[in-house]
């Protein structure tokens, strides 16, 4: 399974970002789609996670800024991010999972950088 995002960039405080999540070559269905995220020096963090059948949870620190979506056809995960903060400055990962054994596949990730 191939996931690849994108969407990333330099962005200043206040400002949005929409960052994709496509994966491939899965001959299961893909499950749960998320979105973790990493800064320097601290732990890989979730940030937000969707379910085939539309369900979504979010950190608190994205709750109202932050939304989550799919295209179920496409395989594609968005997260749109809105009123960002320089402390959302982070190599922001997706990670599927695929199957019934709900296995992992991550993606190389993708760094988003807010100023202030």
């Known amino acids: 399974v191939h996931v690849v995002e994108s969407g990333g960039g330099l962005v200043q405080a206040g400002g949005s970002l929409r960052l994709s999540c496509a994966a491939s070559?899965?001959?299961?269905?893909?499950?749960?789609m998320a979105w973790y995220r990493q800064a320097p020096g601290k732990q890989r963090e979730l940030v937000a996670g969707i379910t085939s059948g539309g369900s979504t949870n979010y950190a608190e620190s994205v709750e109202g800024r932050f939304t989550i979506s799919r295209d179920n056809a496409k395989n594609t995960a968005y997260l749109q991010m809105n009123s960002l903060k320089p402390e959302d400055t982070a190599v922001y990962y997706c990670n599927v999972a695929v199957g019934a054994w709900y296995s992992n596949y991550w993606g190389q990730g993708t760094q988003v950088t807010v100023s202030s």
């Open positions: 070559g899965s001959p299961f269905s893909i499950n749960t």
